[in-house]
């Protein structure tokens, strides 16, 4: 009778059941709202950096047009000359083209206007009594005379056209003689930005502004952010959080904002969560429906066996019975009512066997327990990995293969398993492919070997394999990475190093040319102090020339369009200009340039680019050699070849740099480097040129025992 007055075990379970299941809806219903929101916020603020974007591209469109129709006008100016009646006639035209120009004129090289021309809307003709009127002391004139190169104003209010904004778009026009010959100048009116306000009409809820250089509002919609040349902050707008996009206007330095309230996207959110609790609410009537079945299908079993206890008989296995604790269920007890019944009538018999079957059943689940873990691990591994991985066939197939195959190509795993996977192999990497099998076939292995795979859509991905073989039993094991996001970023790189390096030679070019008469004293005598600075400047500028240089010949050795004017030359004596134009050079680090070894030799090669081979060599070395010490140039003849050698006496190359010695951008130590100048370029493309001639170039150091960089090209017969 005591038993029948416990808890029920039911009981327990049920509230337990309740209560994980509870939580858990609980915990989920809140992951889902916070997730909603996030994802929300996530969405909208690269939204509002896209419209930023968008806007940017068509405030910049829109003024860098009139700045280039400004630019051909002064063309035309120059080309009509100084008859005022033929500029006006020219200003009309122009007009006629550009609307949104509220007036142009043009003046002489002293800042008078000479002739004008007002927008249609205002009367159209020239402006009157605006001919012979000085506009010298105006910034459209000043920066433009100091500089000889257009000019965008800041924005600000032109007399007689209202609150509206207006920017003054200027360039220089010539005389005949190609001397200064005055300015071409109009007034941009920047409330006929039309194009954004179809903006407006899909997003209305967004506030977008336009700025200047000086953070003035030039225009903002679709409701007026602030008074028309305002200074704004990026934060300011309407009150309470915002969510902000920018974006800058290519080539004037404005700057493109767009905000949007906080408690918008809260608003959008309402609905998802009220939706969530419902779904919670739903879902937590049928839950205690489950939770009272499990509980009551748990126990069954312990009434069922408590009763089968009852009629165990001698031979079968009987565990020995331990006390219950307070409070235990009331089935816990008839089994243990039953279990004492049954252990003494088995007790003597059982003891012996227990003990050979605890052995025997211990070692059998500890075996069992370790096979079943690595299986799983194995499992779940291959199936979560992010990587792509594969047991292939060298016959071409996909023997098994793990879900990132089918996210990453979108084929499905039918289809990969069904085909061989060379079908999916881009024509021009099958030859590189097979010379890989093949390679696996006898035992190597392939690390980072990179290939494209067609996609489901039709489109090839980059794919690198990093694969192991077992030749015996026909099988590759492989692990796969997409890396179509690395070459495109590369590819992105190349091509803004590219356009940035041929965008600065001209400019630093010019730079360094104007340092160098400052410095021959073609303005006159420079004070001393000034001298020093420029003489910095100059340093500077010359090192930045090289860099430009540098990699704009990468750039040409990575596409192909070096160019190499190969002749047949005498080399001793190239050997020898080289040591003579580098000398200067080595005496900036107290190091001496000897030539230590001559050798008779003709080659057919390119004299500008051999010197530049050597001048890199040679500026190399004397970075790294010691004070005082010295530069070894020799020249040996080899049967068919000659070779050329440099050796510095300075520390050597680190062993773990030794392996990136020759790549782009490669230095030792950045630090130290940097402040001895140098790009990390000169040896890359010094084996690039070196290749070309046919030849090679390599390197041979040791600690503390100076570095030898030495190169090969080969000599024709006869």
Same mark, same amino acid.
Request: with cysteine; hydrophobic share 40%; proline share 6%.
């Given at each position: 009778?005591?038993?029948?007055?416990?808890?029920?075990?039911?009981?327990?379970?049920?509230?337990?059941?309740?209560?994980?299941?509870?939580?858990?809806?609980?915990?989920?219903?809140?992951?889902?709202?916070?997730?909603?929101?996030?994802?929300?916020?996530?969405?909208?603020?690269?939204?509002?950096?896209?419209?930023?974007?968008?806007?940017?591209?068509?405030?910049?469109?829109?003024?860098?047009?009139?700045?280039?129709?400004?630019?051909?006008?002064?063309?035309?100016?120059?080309?009509?000359?100084?008859?005022?009646?033929?500029?006006?006639?020219?200003?009309?035209?122009?007009?006629?083209?550009?609307?949104?120009?509220?007036?142009?004129?043009?003046?002489?090289?002293?800042?008078?206007?000479?002739?004008?021309?007002?927008?249609?809307?205002?009367?159209?003709?020239?402006?009157?009594?605006?001919?012979?009127?000085?506009?010298?002391?105006?910034?459209?004139?000043?920066?433009?005379?100091?500089?000889?190169?257009?000019?965008?104003?800041?924005?600000?209010?032109?007399?007689?056209?209202?609150?509206?904004?207006?920017?003054?778009?200027?360039?220089?026009?010539?005389?005949? !003689? %190609? @001397?200064?010959?005055?300015?071409?100048?109009?007034?941009?009116?920047?409330? /006929? +930005?039309? *194009?954004?306000? =179809?903006?407006?009409?899909?997003?209305?809820?967004?506030?977008?502004?336009?700025?200047?250089?000086?953070?003035?509002?030039?225009?903002?919609?679709?409701?007026?952010?602030?008074?028309?040349?305002?200074?704004?902050?990026?934060?300011?707008?309407?009150?309470?959080?915002?969510?902000?996009?920018?974006?800058?206007?290519?080539?004037?330095?404005?700057?493109?904002?767009?905000?949007?309230?906080?408690?918008?996207?809260?608003?959008?959110?309402?609905?998802?969560?009220?939706?969530?609790?419902?779904?919670?609410?739903?879902?937590?009537?049928?839950?205690?429906?489950?939770?009272?079945?499990?509980?009551?299908?748990?126990?069954?079993?312990?009434?069922?066996?408590?009763?089968?206890?009852?009629?165990?008989?001698?031979?079968?296995?009987?565990?020995?019975?331990?006390?219950?604790? !307070? %409070? @235990?269920?009331?089935?816990?007890?008839?089994?243990?009512?039953?279990?004492? /019944? +049954?252990? *003494?009538?088995? =007790?003597?018999?059982?003891?012996?066997?227990?003990?050979?079957?605890?052995?025997?059943?211990?070692?059998?689940?500890?075996?069992?327990?370790?096979?079943?873990?690595?299986?799983?691990?194995?499992?779940?591994?291959?199936?979560?990995?992010?990587?792509?991985?594969?047991?292939?066939?060298?016959?071409?197939?996909?023997?098994?293969?793990?879900?990132?195959?089918?996210?990453?190509?979108?084929?499905?795993?039918?289809?990969?398993?069904?085909?061989?996977?060379?079908?999916?192999?881009?024509?021009?990497?099958?030859?590189?492919?097979?010379?890989?099998?093949?390679?696996?076939?006898?035992?190597?292995?392939?690390?980072?070997?990179?290939?494209?795979?067609?996609?489901?859509?039709?489109?090839?991905?980059?794919?690198?394999?990093?694969?192991?073989?077992?030749?015996?039993?026909?099988?590759?094991?492989?692990?796969?990475?997409?890396?179509?996001?690395?070459?495109?970023?590369?590819?992105?790189?190349?091509?803004?190093?590219?356009?940035?390096?041929?965008?600065?030679?001209?400019?630093?070019?010019?730079?360094?040319?104007?340092?160098?008469?400052?410095?021959?004293?073609?303005?006159?005598?420079?004070?001393?102090?000034?001298?020093?600075?420029?003489?910095?400047?100059?340093?500077?500028?010359?090192?930045?020339?090289?860099?430009?240089?540098?990699?704009?010949?990468?750039?040409?050795?990575?596409?192909?369009?070096?160019?190499?004017?190969?002749?047949?030359?005498?080399?001793?004596?190239?050997?020898?200009?080289?040591?003579?134009?580098?000398?200067?050079?080595?005496?900036?680090?107290?190091?001496?340039?000897?030539?230590?070894?001559?050798?008779?030799?003709?080659?057919?090669?390119?004299?500008?680019?051999?010197?530049?081979?050597?001048?890199?060599?040679?500026?190399?070395?004397?970075?790294?050699?010691?004070?005082?010490?010295?530069?070894?140039?020799?020249?040996?003849?080899?049967?068919?070849?000659?070779?050329?050698?440099?050796?510095?006496?300075?520390?050597?190359?680190?062993?773990?740099?030794?392996?990136?010695?020759?790549?782009?951008?490669?230095?030792?130590?950045?630090?130290?480097?940097?402040?001895?100048?140098?790009?990390?370029?000169?040896?890359?493309?010094?084996?690039?040129?070196?290749?070309?001639?046919?030849?090679?170039?390599?390197?041979?150091?040791?600690?503390?025992?100076?570095?030898?960089?030495?190169?090969?090209?080969?000599?024709?017969?006869?």
């Amino acid at each position: 009778m005591r038993a029948l007055s416990r808890p029920s075990l039911q009981r327990h379970l049920f509230t337990a059941f309740l209560l994980v299941i509870g939580l858990s809806l609980a915990l989920l219903g809140a992951a889902r709202v916070v997730y909603v929101f996030l994802e929300r916020i996530e969405t909208r603020t690269a939204r509002l950096g896209e419209v930023a974007e968008a806007t940017a591209q068509m405030v910049s469109s829109f003024v860098n047009e009139h700045r280039r129709g400004i630019g051909s006008l002064a063309v035309a100016v120059e080309e009509i000359g100084g008859d005022p009646a033929r500029m006006e006639q020219r200003l009309a035209e122009y007009h006629r083209r550009y609307p949104e120009m509220l007036t142009l004129i043009v003046t002489d090289a002293a800042g008078t206007i000479i002739a004008s021309e007002r927008q249609l809307s205002l009367g159209g003709g020239p402006l009157p009594q605006a001919r012979g009127v000085s506009v010298a002391d105006r910034p459209y004139f000043r920066e433009v005379r100091a500089r000889g190169l257009p000019y965008i104003s800041d924005g600000f209010r032109g007399r007689g056209f209202g609150s509206d904004p207006v920017v003054a778009i200027s360039a220089p026009w010539k005389t005949a !003689a %190609g @001397a200064f010959g005055g300015v071409v100048e109009g007034s941009l009116d920047l409330s /006929r +930005l039309s *194009e954004a306000k =179809r903006i407006f009409k899909r997003l209305p809820r967004l506030l977008i502004a336009v700025t200047d250089r000086q953070r003035q509002l030039l225009w903002s919609g679709p409701v007026r952010l602030a008074e028309p040349l305002t200074r704004i902050g990026p934060t300011d707008g309407p009150p309470g959080r915002q969510l902000l996009g920018r974006a800058a206007v290519t080539g004037v330095g404005w700057e493109v904002t767009v905000r949007q309230p906080l408690r918008q996207i809260i608003g959008d959110a309402t609905q998802e969560i009220w939706s969530t609790l419902a779904l919670m609410v739903v879902a937590f009537l049928p839950s205690a429906v489950f939770a009272h079945r499990l509980a009551r299908r748990t126990t069954r079993p312990l009434a069922e066996l408590s009763s089968a206890l009852d009629q165990v008989e001698l031979g079968n296995p009987a565990p020995r019975a331990i006390p219950l604790p !307070a %409070g @235990a269920p009331h089935e816990l007890a008839s089994i243990e009512q039953s279990t004492d /019944r +049954l252990l *003494e009538r088995l =007790r003597a018999s059982y003891d012996s066997l227990a003990k050979l079957l605890a052995e025997r059943e211990a070692s059998i689940e500890g075996e069992i327990r370790q096979r079943t873990h690595a299986e799983r691990e194995r499992d779940q591994l291959f199936l979560l990995s992010q990587d792509m991985l594969c047991i292939a066939g060298f016959d071409g197939s996909l023997q098994q293969i793990n879900p990132a195959w089918e996210r990453t190509l979108g084929w499905t795993h039918q289809e990969l398993t069904e085909r061989p996977y060379l079908d999916h192999v881009h024509p021009a990497d099958l030859a590189p492919l097979l010379g890989e099998l093949q390679r696996l076939r006898v035992g190597g292995t392939t690390i980072d070997f990179e290939m494209r795979l067609q996609t489901r859509d039709g489109t090839y991905r980059w794919l690198s394999w990093t694969a192991a073989a077992q030749p015996e039993r026909e099988r590759i094991y492989a692990v796969v990475r997409d890396v179509e996001a690395r070459k495109k970023l590369d590819q992105m790189k190349d091509d803004f190093v590219s356009v940035v390096s041929h965008e600065l030679r001209t400019p630093l070019t010019s730079i360094h040319g104007s340092l160098g008469l400052v410095l021959g004293g073609v303005a006159g005598e420079v004070p001393e102090k000034v001298r020093a600075l420029i003489e910095i400047a100059a340093k500077n500028s010359e090192r930045l020339v090289r860099l430009v240089n540098d990699i704009l010949d990468i750039e040409k050795i990575e596409s192909g369009t070096l160019v190499f004017r190969p002749a047949r030359v005498e080399l001793l004596p190239l050997v020898e200009q080289a040591a003579e134009n580098n000398r200067a050079y080595a005496q900036q680090y107290d190091v001496e340039i000897r030539l230590s070894a001559r050798a008779e030799a003709q080659v057919w090669a390119d004299t500008d680019r051999l010197q530049q081979v050597l001048a890199n060599l040679l500026s190399n070395a004397a970075k790294h050699s010691p004070r005082g010490g010295v530069i070894e140039l020799g020249m040996t003849r080899t049967p068919g070849w000659v070779r050329i050698a440099v050796t510095d006496h300075g520390p050597g190359i680190p062993v773990e740099f030794q392996p990136r010695v020759f790549e782009k951008f490669a230095q030792a130590d950045a630090s130290s480097t940097r402040q001895k100048g140098g790009t990390g370029l000169g040896l890359s493309i010094s084996k690039a040129i070196v290749e070309r001639h046919g030849g090679r170039l390599w390197f041979e150091t040791a600690p503390d025992n100076g570095t030898t960089f030495a190169f090969e090209l080969p000599v024709p017969e006869g």
